[in-house]
T-cell receptor, first 113, second 114 residues
Framework: NAGVTQTPKFRVLKTGQSMTLLCAQD?????MYWYRQDPGMGLRLIHY???????AKGEVPDGYNVSRLKKQNFLLGLESAAPSQTSVYFCASSAGQSYNEQFFGPGTRLTVL | AQTVTQSQPEMSVQEAETVTLSCTYDTSDNNYYLFWYKQPPSRQMILVIR??????QNATENRFSVNFQKAAKSFSLKISDSQLGDTAMYFCAWGGAAGNKLTFGGGTRVLVKP
């Protein structure tokens, strides 16, 4: 099992460009999450999904959109990238509610110039 | 909103010694879950230990143990017999019993020195 994978691992964008980050999990998990990690701020939840076809806003959703068309995939989109979105992005999945362990992907380092 | 605070940005410890990381949280919930995650230089997040708030007994996992003080809303992590491989960022996280999201603290960087 690959667990949780993320594509790409690194990306550099110019301000105003768009991109999509792909997260895939092979554990048949219902719940998937997108976080961003910034120094001193830990991980902050951007959006999450509790099942195929569902999405919900997290703590810092502005400037991002998500889609969960297939149970195993969770896409994070940036329509018009800004320097403030320079960060490391993590995807995670879990079997259910918060007592379940979240399994994380390896992260994507995004730089917006 | 729930908040999780880790007051120690960085800590260093000699190999084979013990280090304790502090974590406090704010919640009005009676039932919830607390976690410590480790992030080594590889950036991969790994669950270290989990505590259920309704259990009084402190959780342990090999060299890792917690001191859970529910009334004080404190959840510290003790790493015993520190090893070089313990060098990492450690994040404390809170999850509500009825919810499906985690709130993370800002992290503590631990450096184990030989």
């Amino acid at each position: 099992n690959a667990g949780v994978t993320q594509t790409p691992k690194f990306r550099v964008l110019k301000t105003g460009q768009s991109m999509t980050l792909l997260c895939a999990q092979d554990m048949n998990h219902e719940y998937m999450y997108w976080y961003r990690q910034d120094p001193g701020m830990g991980l902050r939840l951007i959006h999450y999904s509790v099942g195929e076809g569902t999405t919900a806003k997290g703590e810092v959703p502005d400037g991002y959109n998500v889609s969960r068309l297939k149970k195993q995939n969770f896409l994070l989109g940036l329509e018009s990238a800004a320097p403030s979105q320079t960060s490391v992005y993590f995807c995670a999945s879990s079997a259910g509610q918060s007592y379940n362990e979240q399994f994380f992907g390896p992260g994507t380092r995004l730089t917006v110039l | 909103a729930q908040t999780v605070t880790q007051s120690q940005p960085e800590m260093s410890v000699q190999e084979a010694e013990t280090v304790t990381l502090s974590c406090t949280y704010d919640t009005s919930d009676n039932n919830y879950y607390l976690f410590w995650y480790k992030q080594p230089p590889s950036r991969q997040m790994i669950l270290v230990i989990r505590q259920e708030a309704y259990k009084q007994q402190n959780a342990t996992e090999n060299r890792f143990s917690v001191n859970f003080q529910k009334a004080a809303k404190s959840f510290s992590l003790k790493i015993s017999d520190s090893q070089l491989g313990d060098t990492a960022m450690y994040f404390c996280a809170w999850g509500g019993a009825a919810g499906n999201k985690l709130t993370f603290g800002g992290g503590t960087r631990v450096l184990v020195k030989p």
